[in-house]
């Protein structure tokens, strides 16, 4: 069974990034408090795949009754009663995995073969946007093209949502995904700031560089500047 645990904050995006993750609707549950958290978890006595979707830091969650690196006493005594095992952890949440020995220390609550997380910030929002009554597939990539790049993994393909417009003009909300370092969300499809900042400043998701290592070495990042990646540590 999978699991997808988000925060309200989330919850314009949660629906969408679940599907990345192949997690149907009975499977999505938002919950806001790590005592809740806990509960939920716990009513599980395994799970194959957790996805955690929460604002995050450096190894760190924050819900809200408390923002903690996942490394401090705290954290084990919310699950102290949680018996639940799970194989393979996911943090939606930013930067949580330019901390791997935060995620690992996480894991072993739950006997985890696997932690995975990004090492960068995850933005996403939605736009609205105009499909022309008619429009062909081409045109609609053409009209559409400042977007294209950062629609979340998902959306409809380009082809589809032209057939929407086949008989009537039709206005559309569109989920946007991508991955910057900075704190400062300048989204880049607007004002040109993917023009102007360039590769190094913005990535989708499909970018980040996969990077596997082993629990005894796992350690946090002391760089200022880390490598987009997705790093799984494995605990057994």
């Known amino acids: 069974m999978k699991l997808f645990l988000f925060g309200s904050d ?28 806990a509960k939920e978890i716990g009513q599980h006595q395994k799970l194959d795949e957790l996805v955690l979707d929460y604002h995050g830091w450096s190894g760190g969650l924050l819900l809200d009754d408390g923002g903690f690196t996942l490394t401090e006493p705290q954290v084990p005594k919310y699950f102290e009663k949680v018996k639940t095992k799970i194989e393979h952890i996911r943090f939606e949440g930013c930067w949580v995995g330019e901390a791997p020995d935060a995620m690992a220390a996480f894991g072993r609550l739950f006997d985890a073969q696997s932690v995975s997380g990004f090492t960068w910030a995850c933005w996403s929002n939605e736009i609205e946007v105009t ?103 494995k605990l057994r």
Do not use: C
């Open 131 to 233: 499909l022309p009554k008619g429009i062909t597939a081409a045109d609609l990539k053409k009209h559409l093209a400042a977007f294209e790049t950062w629609l979340m993994p998902g959306t409809p393909p380009i082809a589809q949502l032209a057939s929407m417009a086949r008989q009537r003009e039709v206005k559309k909300k569109l989920p946007m995904l991508w991955y910057q370092y900075s704190t400062d969300e300048k989204p880049p499809y607007a004002n040109n700031n993917f023009q102007r900042l360039g590769r190094h400043s913005y990535k989708t998701r499909a970018e980040a560089t996969a990077r596997t290592i082993d629990a005894k070495n796992a350690k946090t990042s002391d760089s200022p500047s880390p490598p987009f990646e997705y790093v799984t540590v």
């Open 10 to 37: 989330q919850r314009g995006t949660a629906a969408p990034m679940a599907t990345i993750w192949g997690i149907d609707a009975k499977q999505r549950k938002e919950i806001n408090t790590w005592v809740n958290l």
